[in-house]
């Protein structure tokens, strides 16, 4: 459907440059100027077509269209004052400079924000950087829309920092083309996309526009190429990482398998950076519920968990982050406990490692029969109590003594160890008191409880 309009198209410009040509060479000379002007205006429209339609790494939105306002309106041909000397797109809110010169707003400010204090075309000096609304050549450039039917937008508060000029997709696709080739261009690449990603949100905003800037990015990963040279993957993992921060990116990256799988290789084989900034992505995409789910079925759960017994503490810090995102969905509980999750987090737990994060993780995963078990069977109990007894962080007593409701509310054989604490330090009563209000209700659920029952005698 898409091939048949852009054929349809290119078809009806031709068709119609074929009628003005002919009226200009059958013609006495007796021909108007608008002729010949429409006539140079529908080839340079063809031409524009042409080159756009070629070039495959043109960036396109998901319907097929060019995402900047003004390509439904290349085939009029705009007067070139109607459009922005900055983006090359017709303008919305045109503005003028301390020069004289108009721009639309968004692109000059986003100009002027990056601290560059010149006209873009004249190069003078700006007095001041005020911008005065041209409202004569917004009504002009309303007036000209009206008499083609198009309607031109109200202009709105846009994100200076996210619009994109064609100079940033010009970029990109030298970028995406250097990926594909020699080992040193792919290099020099990456670092500049990683760079310009982290720093330039416009470049963010541009990866949503076509599915095919994905493929490109990865290519150098991809299975069939060479095993990537080490600071090659870890800048194009990075620039994941960059990107994955737009809420528009999160779900198309979590839907993309080849991505995934790229992560969880960076994770198992990456320098010590790739594996933080792999978990990290992770963490992020798992922002949308709907990727928790995805990332959980592909097994990066696995290696997050290998991260967070092995890594380095950065790592460490990012996997048990994406660990902790993973978990708000219940399917991922059980997947985190079968990868052994509850042993390695309550080791670093003992050797005081991320106390505050993995006590958070391990309160979700208690909700889990086989969490709770393993939790009773490395002695978690007695080192539970004594962080509430000791910690000076109430977070840090809030999730234990959580913990210890669901332990002592699955298995009945811990109520006579926290009856013992009780009686020797009232620890729990202290916490009852003291505590946080859910902190409050947990201990009061256990107290109620224990106190409860005739005789710990004998238990099963």
Not at 9 to 16: F, I
Not at 140 to 164: H, N
Not at 244 to 266: C, G, M, Q, W, Y
Not at 381 to 390: A, G, Y
Request: proline content about 4%; charged content about 25%.
């Amino acid at each position: 459907m898409q091939q048949h309009s852009v054929m349809a198209e290119s078809k009806e410009l031709k068709e119609r440059l074929w009628k003005l040509v002919k009226t200009i060479v059958d013609s006495d000379d007796d021909y108007s100027l608008q002729t010949t002007d429409d006539a140079i205006s529908t080839l340079s429209s063809l031409k524009d077509f042409k080159i756009k339609n070629k070039n495959k790494n043109s960036l396109s939105s998901k319907n097929g269209t060019t995402k900047s306002f003004s390509h439904k309106f290349d085939h009029f041909a705009p007067p070139s004052h109607f459009l922005c000397p900055i983006s090359s797109q017709l303008m919305i809110d045109p503005v003028i400079l301390s020069t004289g010169q108009t721009y639309d707003r968004p692109f000059i400010q986003r100009w002027l924000n990056e601290g560059k204090r010149t006209c873009p075309q004249t190069q003078q000096v700006l007095s001041h950087t005020i911008l005065t609304p041209n409202y004569l050549v917004r009504d002009m450039i309303a007036q000209w829309c009206k008499e083609r039917g198009l309607e031109l937008p109200q202009p709105s508060a846009r994100d200076t920092d996210e619009v994109v000029t064609n100079a940033d997709r010009d970029r990109l696709n030298v970028l995406l083309h250097k990926l594909s080739c020699s080992v040193s261009d792919q290099k020099a690449a990456a670092k500049e996309l990683r760079l310009l990603t982290k720093r330039t949100p416009s470049f963010r905003t541009l990866f949503k526009e076509s599915g095919d800037v994905i493929t490109q990015l990865l290519h150098p990963l991809s299975p069939g190429s060479a095993c990537p040279h080490p600071d090659l993957q870890e800048d194009l993992i990075t620039t994941i990482l960059n990107l994955s921060i737009l809420d528009d990116n999160k779900k198309v990256f979590a839907e993309d398998p080849t991505l995934i799988n790229l992560l969880i290789d960076a994770m198992k084989w990456g320098t010590i950076p790739t594996k933080s900034n792999a978990a990290a992505a992770i963490f992020t995409l798992s922002a949308i519920d709907s990727n928790k789910l995805i990332i959980g079925k592909s097994g990066a759960i696995k290696h997050l968990v290998g991260l967070l017994d092995e890594g380095d503490t950065l790592a460490m810090k990012d996997a048990a982050s994406a660990i902790f995102n993973l978990c708000l969905v219940h399917e991922n509980k059980g997947r985190t406990v079968r990868e052994g999750a509850v042993r390695v987090i309550l080791n670093k737990i003992m050797n005081s490692i991320l106390v505050d994060e993995l006590l958070a993780i391990l309160a979700l995963l208690s909700s889990h029969p086989t969490a709770v078990e393993e939790m009773r069977d490395c002695g978690a109990v007695p080192f539970l109590l004594k962080i509430i007894r000791e910690s000076t962080s109430e977070r840090c007593k809030e999730n234990c003594i959580a913990i210890l409701y669901t332990i002592c509310y699955n298995d009945r054989t811990m109520w006579r160890e926290i009856k013992e604490e009780e009686k020797t330090n009232g620890t729990l009563s202290k916490l009852a008191q003291c505590g946080t209000s859910r902190a409050k209700r947990k201990a009061s659920g256990i107290l109620e409880r224990v106190n409860r029952s005739p005789s710990l005698t004998h238990t099963a």
